[in-house]
């Protein structure tokens, strides 16, 4: 998926992928949905638009690919295999899952599971998604999407030189928690709260945040003004129902800055309980709220020595999925697919 106006970075971590891969010497092509807005007719026509788009670029291209790497497996693998089909039996398909490619085929259908067998790699943003897909693959691996390398450039700040208490950072939607936040604000009134992004709760949160002069409403913010966000806050907040990674929480760990997070498959991923920061329970809704409000206070709360040691831990974590790291991992992925 390309970017929208609801969603203006949608798919940038695969164009920051291909980005780093060109700094390697590679030549990859890249292939979005470019023609993607928040209108009914785009819901419509946006996959065959898509698909025909990808014919006029590719099977009637000159230039011949080996590897086809598929970013959110379905139904976007249909193109990787009529490549296969028609230009290039060879060719190898690399799939990476992100977590609505697989939340969303519950049980898997008759086509995708087909589609699925005919994959040569997988790859997984987080080994509990792993775990909720239909098979086993015979090859996979657990590989982050990757942050950007902005990030190796953060510096430290001790709690008491920042001045956010709390940050949200992502799109701002049902699946990201909103509505919790919309319903956690009274509460979060004695605090500096800054929440950036864009999305469809986007007015809603504007109308509610207005009545409180603590809490500050960005919209969508450039990666450098991102940076300074995250190295300025105390504690950074994530309230999504599924999350296959997240990458803002690695974002906020590489700038020093703890996670106070939902408990999602990315939540596992990266936050180890009281060393990198706090994971609560979705069970049950109402005490999933106050046991966030309890964690912040918890996290506020501590002394400057235990409060960078999570700083340090939670940046040791992070620098392991740098863009550079991972995309190091993925050439050699690609060469030993070749052999």
Not at 117 to 138: G, H, T
């Amino acid at each position: 998926m390309g970017p929208k106006p609801s969603s203006p970075f949608q798919g940038n971590f695969v164009r920051a992928q291909v980005t780093a891969l060109q700094a390697q010497g590679l030549q990859p092509a890249y292939h979005y949905m470019r023609w993607h807005r928040d209108s009914w007719l785009n819901r419509l026509l946006k996959y065959p638009v898509f698909f025909l788009d990808f014919c006029r670029r590719f099977l009637f291209s000159r230039q011949g690919y080996q590897i086809l790497h598929v970013h959110f497996f379905y139904p976007t693998i249909w193109l990787a295999l009529v490549y296969r089909w028609l230009r290039n039996p060879q060719a190898k398909i690399v799939v990476t899952c992100h977590g609505s490619d697989i939340y969303h085929y519950q049980p898997p259908g008759r086509l995708y599971r087909w589609c699925a067998r005919q994959v040569d790699s997988w790859i997984f943003s987080s080994e509990a998604l792993a775990q909720q897909f239909f098979m086993q693959p015979e090859r996979a691996q657990v590989l982050a999407a990757g942050i950007d390398n902005r990030y190796a450039s953060a510096t430290w700040h001790s709690k008491a030189d920042k001045d956010i208490d709390l940050l949200y950072v992502g799109t701002l939607d049902q699946n990201k928690g909103m509505d919790r936040l919309l319903a956690m604000l009274p509460q979060l009134q004695a605090w500096r709260v800054v929440i950036a992004g864009s999305g469809p709760w986007q007015a809603a949160l504007a109308q509610a945040t207005a009545a409180y002069p603590n809490i500050t409403l960005l919209g969508p913010q450039s990666g450098a003004d991102l940076l300074a966000l995250y190295q300025r806050a105390r504690c950074f907040i994530s309230l999504s129902r599924k999350e296959s990674f997240g990458l803002v929480m690695a974002e906020a760990m590489a700038c020093y800055t703890p996670v106070v997070a939902t408990d999602t498959d990315g939540a596992r991923a990266q936050i180890r309980q009281g060393v990198t920061g706090y994971a609560v329970s979705q069970q049950d809704e109402a005490l999933c709220q106050r046991q966030l409000l309890a964690a912040i206070r918890q996290l506020l709360a501590l002394d400057e020595t235990a409060y960078r040691q999570l700083q340090q831990q939670g940046r040791m974590q992070a620098e392991q999925i740098l863009l550079p790291v991972i995309v190091n991992k993925l050439c050699k992925h690609y060469q030993e697919l070749m052999l």
